[in-house]
T-cell receptor, first 117, second 118 residues
């Protein structure tokens, strides 16, 4: 069965610190997708990144970077020089790449990030 | 970018009443929409998958007679919580997958509905 583990329940950092959010997943499929979403206090989910299981290249987008390690089934997310606006709950999610509509996103339990001024 | 509109954003109702939540894809067609439920400080749990023109597929443990899902068009899915009770109070989020997407690369979320049942 699929499973996504975000072991860090809450993280508190001071502004400008770097912070890494961990995500470990389990799946028996060879083809799958991994996602990160941000949920600010307002509640909506903001898409951050989608990664195909065949693409192990790390990705950087501004202050955000992602480290995909298939060997350890991890997809960690790093925020460099954190800002107060980064305070939110971050979810890692996994889905199988099926062609029909029977797939579903499995979400981790989320990591609440608090960035203090 | 693609937008999913979810209404209402917040609803307070009396126990025993029914509440309808709408999820609309504004600038794309969505053959498949998903409904999630989120309790405070917890993760999102998939409730059901709705496909336009067919019956929704419910996850184990979700009462289909209590959570009625209708996906009558390619841009609208509704979730009706029937005979709501205080334990149904939760944050409900919908997501829509673009019809020209065969995987999850075009999956967009609504802004959520906070339901409070008194």
């Amino acid at each position: 069965a699929q499973k996504v583990t975000q072991a860090q329940t809450e993280i508190s950092v001071v502004e400008k610190e770097d912070v890494t959010l961990d995500c470990v997943y389990e799946t028996r499929d060879t083809t799958y997708y991994l996602f990160w979403y941000k949920q600010p206090p307002s509640g909506e989910l903001v898409f951050l990144i989608r990664r195909n299981s065949f693409d192990e290249q790390n990705e950087i987008s501004g202050r955000y970077s992602w480290n995909f390690q298939k060997s350890t089934s991890s997809f960690n997310f790093t925020i460099t020089a954190s800002q107060v606006v980064d305070s939110a709950v971050y979810f890692c999610a996994l889905s199988e790449a099926r062609m029909d509509s029977s797939y579903k996103l499995i979400f981790g339990s989320g990591t609440r990030l608090l960035v203090r001024p | 970018g693609a937008v999913v509109s979810q209404h209402p954003s917040r609803v307070i109702c009396k126990s025993g009443t029914s509440v309808k939540i709408e999820c609309r894809s504004l600038d794309f067609q969505a053959t498949t929409m998903f409904w999630y439920r989120q309790f405070p400080k917890q993760s999102l749990m998939l409730m059901a998958t709705s496909n336009e023109g067919s019956k929704a597929t419910y996850e184990q443990g979700v009462e289909k007679d209590k959570f009625l899902i209708n996906h009558a068009s390619l841009t609208l899915s509704t979730l009706t919580v029937t005979s709501a009770h205080p334990e149904d109070s939760s944050f409900y989020i919908c997501s829509a997958r673009a019809s020209d997407s065969t995987t999850n690369e075009k999956l967009f979320f609504g802004s959520g509905t906070q339901l409070s049942v008194l």
